[in-house]
């Protein structure tokens, strides 16, 4: 677990660089990359998906309205055309970035089985709980493909 806690310290730090760039948090990106996979996503849903309390992601989510990033109509939240925009043009090309760097030196093979183990260990987790965590599609699941319960 203390590698586990490692990794994503060191890719948070490298993401916040970027993020910073266009004057977005960590917590901004999370939000903002649950939404372009999914529609009719509520608050709720968003939290359940990028692991954020479902007062923090509604507040998050109304700084993101105010800059004209996110709509949120009644229950329902997605991206506005330039949050989508910003998404894909700019943020998912530095994300993919990150992620390379991150696995520099690692196949295909090593990157398949890095994915593969910590999905198991969360669905293992969350068996325990007696709770499941919220699936994800292919597209969100990465390079594997593989999704909490495609294993």
Same mark, same amino acid.
């Given at each position: ?129 007696? /709770? ?17 319960? /495609?294993?």
């Amino acid at each position: 677990m203390y590698y586990m806690a490692h990794i994503p310290q060191g890719y948070h730090a490298n993401m916040a660089v970027q993020l910073r760039r266009h004057g977005l948090k960590h917590a901004d990106w999370r939000v903002m990359a649950t939404l372009p996979y999914r529609h009719d996503l509520t608050i709720g849903d968003v939290a359940a998906y990028a692991v954020l309390e479902r007062s923090f992601v509604s507040c998050v989510a109304a700084a993101l309205e105010r800059r004209g990033l996110l709509d949120r109509r009644m229950v329902h939240v997605q991206l506005t055309r330039v949050g989508l925009s910003l998404f894909r043009d700019v943020m998912q090309p530095k994300f993919a970035e990150r992620l390379a760097e991150a696995f520099y030196g690692i196949g295909q093979a090593g990157r398949t089985q890095f994915l593969r183990t910590p999905s198991s260990m969360m669905h293992n987790v969350y068996r325990a709980a007696s /709770s499941f965590p919220p699936e994800l599609n292919e597209e969100m699941a990465g390079p594997a493909g593989r999704g909490p319960r /495609s294993l």
